[in-house]
């Protein structure tokens, strides 16, 4: 068993496609290589902290890229996903704001003025292509885990501390 990270699929979001230069010739191409990479890393054993702005669509669409999804998917909650019980409701296991978890902080958003822990890396989505990890003034490092960084692929512990020279 495996723990991935992940973040800003999308899903049925077309204008993303513009915003992030995906290449895309429909959001159904889009949804079915997300999908595609996604399972071809993740087992249904392993487990997936996706970290926000899953997918823009109705509860039954959502539902239908979730089911399709390999793993035991938990979600912090991005700006644009669902309430907490929408978003259980699409099928996430549990879903946060923000999560601790062993030697990460896990959030939708980058940190702006948090100051630096030595044991801990800000995990975190939100930003896109802006950049893939960066040490913010006050010494925090940050990894962007968005799909737009990482060839839409899940990525493990390891590749988030080979990122940051770990």
Known sequence: MTTFYTSDHH???????????????????????????????VTNEDTVHHLGDFCLASLERQQSIFNRLNGIKYLVKGNHDGSITRMKRVGFKDVFKQL????FILSHR????????QKRIWVCGHVHTAW???TNPNGLIQVN???DQWNYLPVTKEEIYEAVGR
Do not use: Q
């Open 145 to 147: 885990i968005g799909v």
């Open 110 to 117: 980058p940190a702006e003025n948090t100051e630096a822990n």
């Open 11 to 41: 899903f049925f979001h077309w204008n993303i496609n513009r915003y992030c230069n995906r290449g895309f010739a429909t959001v159904e191409e889009m949804n079915e290589k997300m999908i595609s990479v996604w399972n071809s890393r």
């Open 100 to 103: 601790v978890l062993d030697d």
């Open 132 to 134: 893939k990890s960066k």
